[in-house]
């Protein structure tokens, strides 16, 4: 198994940046594709990013497209999201979240190793 622990999240101006990092235990982190996902208050965890075990292939949701980044450090086990151009309707719960199984899809059930989370909250 994996475990993860997300760090980063805060509090934020709209317009403002944060940077999301996952720090993965276990060797075989490099073999995982890996996500980010968010709960927001009273709605459904939804996807913001994902990332291929190589970095070579990136999906992003269209609310978060040319504002987020999505990014990894195999050499260190940790995942990034680079937030940019915040708004309030960005605030939420953010996961970290991996995929040992291949599957590489943008949805809750295909990641099976969730972190605790860590609290965006973006403010008008």
């Known amino acids: 198994q994996v475990q993860l622990v997300e760090s980063g999240g805060g509090l934020v101006q709209a317009g403002g940046s944060l940077r999301l990092s996952c720090a993965a235990s276990g060797r075989t982190f490099s073999n995982y594709a890996m996500g980010w996902f968010r709960q927001a208050p009273g709605k459904e965890r939804e996807f913001v990013a994902a990332?291929?075990?190589?970095?070579?292939?990136?999906y992003y949701a269209d609310s978060v497209k040319g504002r987020f980044t999505i990014s990894r450090d195999n050499g260190k086990n940790t995942v990034y999201l680079q937030m940019n151009s915040l708004k309030p309707e960005d605030t939420a719960v953010y996961y970290c979240a991996a995929d040992t199984r291949g599957l590489f899809i943008t949805t809750n059930a295909g990641y099976d190793c969730w972190g605790q989370g860590t609290q965006v909250t973006v403010s008008s």
């Open positions: 990332i291929s075990w190589s970095g070579g292939t990136r």
